[in-house]
């Protein structure tokens, strides 16, 4: 009888100690350092909401981080972050680290997009060859790069959104690439800081990225993930106006 109640205690403890597992998810946010506050970027509320929802459903608890792309990377690979979150395995194939991907949590669509007021603003890499436009540190390079040298186009890379926004200005970049809810948010600005939506070039999924040492919660993040996107509440989060 002992021997019995001593097993249904532990089986009982066993939910509470695997929910007390903090996992360090690093989001990416477009700035020079680590936030000291909670950015509002599109992205940054659309990974902190997805975050909570496959928390509650896998019993894992995720301490977010936001820095930029590259730093997050590093921070990887170095086992001070175990979480990267929004990443595609290509994009880190040449990785020391190897990592653990879930399923899928969602999409990213990047858009080309040109000075407001311009007439051809709709148009795609094919009427681009021989011009420069401007991409953001940390958006996947390896995504694009193929269509870039098939269309002959040249790419510069900038550090902020701001700073490729106002090289556009300037004239210096004939077109920029950014995230659909990047250009949903600058149509809330006036005119003159606007762009204008052009073609989408591509369209990529993306994952949580695991370290390995934590490869055993892979199955319970998928299942949670997996019923998230049954039940619709992934898909609404990602198609959330973000304004």
Not at 31 to 43: E, K, L, Q, R, V
Not at 64 to 82: H, N, S
Not at 127 to 136: A, D, K, P, V, Y
Not at 212 to 232: E, M, V
Request: hydrophobic share 40%; glycine share 8%.
């Amino acid at each position: 009888m002992r021997s019995f109640l001593l097993l249904c205690c532990c089986l009982w403890l066993l939910p509470a100690q695997a929910a007390d597992l903090t996992l360090r998810a690093g989001v990416v946010v477009d700035n020079a350092g680590p936030y000291n506050f909670t950015p509002d970027s599109p992205m940054a509320g659309i990974y902190r909401e997805a975050l909570e929802q496959i928390g509650k459903l896998s019993g894992v608890r995720f301490d977010i981080e936001y820095y930029p792309a590259l730093r997050i990377q590093q921070l990887f690979e170095v086992a001070r972050l175990d979480v990267e979150v929004g990443v595609n395995p290509a994009w880190r194939s040449l990785s020391p680290v190897g990592g653990f991907y879930t399923l899928p949590i969602g999409t990213l669509d990047y858009q080309l997009c040109s000075r407001s007021g311009n007439a051809r603003a709709g148009r795609g890499l094919e009427e681009l060859r021989g011009q420069t436009i401007g991409l953001l540190q940390g958006q996947p390079l390896s995504a694009f790069e193929s269509e870039f040298v098939r269309h002959g186009v040249h790419y510069e890379m900038s550090q902020s959104e701001n700073e490729v926004l106002s090289k556009l200005r300037l004239g210096r970049l004939q077109a920029v690439v950014l995230e659909r809810r990047q250009i949903e948010r600058l149509t809330l600005l006036p005119e003159e800081l606007r762009c204008e939506p052009g073609s989408q070039i591509s369209s990529q999924p993306v994952m949580l990225r695991l370290h390995p040492q934590f490869r055993q919660w892979l199955p319970a993040l998928n299942r949670a993930i997996s019923q998230l996107q049954a039940n619709g509440k992934l898909k609404a989060i990602f198609q959330k106006s973000r304004g």
